[in-house]
């Protein structure tokens, strides 16, 4: 059966068979721990170092970490929320407009993950933008609700900003220069995944987003403010990151991982859904430039001792985004696809 929109506003009672999952293949909520020590870091604070030492434990250790202080303007977080609510509770007929299953089409509405390779559903609707520059794609945006463009504008030029200045950080955590990634990213592309999940009649037996690692360079997620449903693997063990209102959560993509030699991991993450609420969450997805060549920094390998070596291969971005999106989500990650011999 192919798999269509998920919300509708009816809830259903049992889950449709194309969402169930293999008994091998569960969330197990009940296993899921908190992750007690999960790095929030002002990143307003004025002793640099420090900053710069927070930023490189968390990334290390992590892959993932919140920000608070950010610079993004809480008027500009709750437009944002609020026409995102406004555009998934529109009537099915005005939604479908947008409808599609091709991942290579910008703007979509679609459902799932990618419903044309994968054999089980994911019970999640999406809306992804093409968010830089926005002259070039704002006139490809919804036009309803009336106020979507003007408020994702503004989102999107505030979260560029916060995502310059966590690339900065990152770069200095690794002792590279400062514009270091700015550089190698070349022009970056800004993606946005407006996820909405409706509750789920049976949340143990499917996935909102199964197991996955983003495949750009830097994710900035405003989680929904209340509703619980990200988590991410550490040591073998799924560990639930619950939302603070005030803060975004930052992960390390497959680029920068590629970048920082794997001294920094682009971690595997989850969302799982709930049977009370719907849950929104909402990704910005900072992108290398098409045609920008990807390579470990050399400064990260070739002064060490031991035989270093960089440990993946040269690509460009488009290579890589080509390879990531013809395979299903749960599969190896797609790093290893571009590993040195
Ligand atoms: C994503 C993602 C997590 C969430 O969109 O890549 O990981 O909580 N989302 O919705
Ligand atoms: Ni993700």
Redesign the pocket.
């Known amino acids: 059966m192919a798999a269509k929109l998920i919300s509708t506003g009816f809830r259903l009672t049992t889950l449709p068979e194309n969402y169930v999952r293999p008994l091998s293949d569960r969330p197990r909520l009940s296993e899921v721990s908190q992750l007690e020590d999960f790095p929030l870091i002002d990143i307003s604070a004025t002793d640099r170092p420090r900053l710069v030492q927070q930023i490189h434990q968390a990334c290390a250790r992590f892959g993932f970490f919140q920000v608070i202080n950010h610079g993004v303007s809480k008027a500009t977080i709750d437009e944002m929320v609020t026409v995102a609510h406004e555009f998934f509770g529109m009537p099915m007929d005005e939604k479908m407009k947008l409808y599609s299953d091709d991942p290579t089409k910008t703007p979509r509405l679609s459902t799932s993950f990618n419903v044309k390779e994968e054999e089980v559903n994911n019970w999640?609707d999406?809306l992804r933008l093409h968010c830089y520059p926005i002259d070039k794609y704002v006139h490809e945006w919804p036009s309803n609700p009336p106020s979507f463009k003007e408020v994702v504008s503004k989102y999107s030029r505030e979260i560029r900003e916060l995502g310059f200045k966590i690339e900065e950080l990152i770069s200095e955590s690794l002792g590279l220069e400062k514009d270091y990634m700015k550089k190698v990213l070349g022009e970056q592309g800004q993606h946005m995944?407006v996820?909405y999940?409706p509750p789920c009649p049976e949340p143990e037996l499917t996935y909102?987003?199964p197991a996955?690692t983003?495949p750009n360079a830097l994710?900035i997620?405003l989680?929904?403010a209340t509703v619980c449903?990200?988590q991410i693997l550490i040591d073998g063990h799924w560990f639930a990151v619950n939302p603070r209102p005030d803060a975004f959560?930052i992960?390390i993509g497959d680029q920068l991982q590629a970048l920082s030699n794997g001294v920094y991991k682009s971690v595997w993450?989850?969302?799982v859904t709930n049977t009370e609420n719907p849950?929104l969450?909402i990704?910005s997805?900072m992108c290398p430039d098409n045609g920008a060549v990807i390579s470990p920094a050399k400064p990260l390998w070739e002064a060490k001792e031991e035989e270093a070596k960089p440990v993946y291969r040269d690509y460009t971005y488009a290579e890589y985004y080509k390879k990531f999106w013809s395979r299903n989500l749960d599969q190896e990650h797609c790093l290893e696809n571009f590993l040195n011999d």
């Open positions: 999640r999406y995944a996820n999940y909102g987003l996955h983003d994710t997620l989680q929904d449903g990200l959560v992960n993450h989850r969302a849950r969450s990704a997805f």
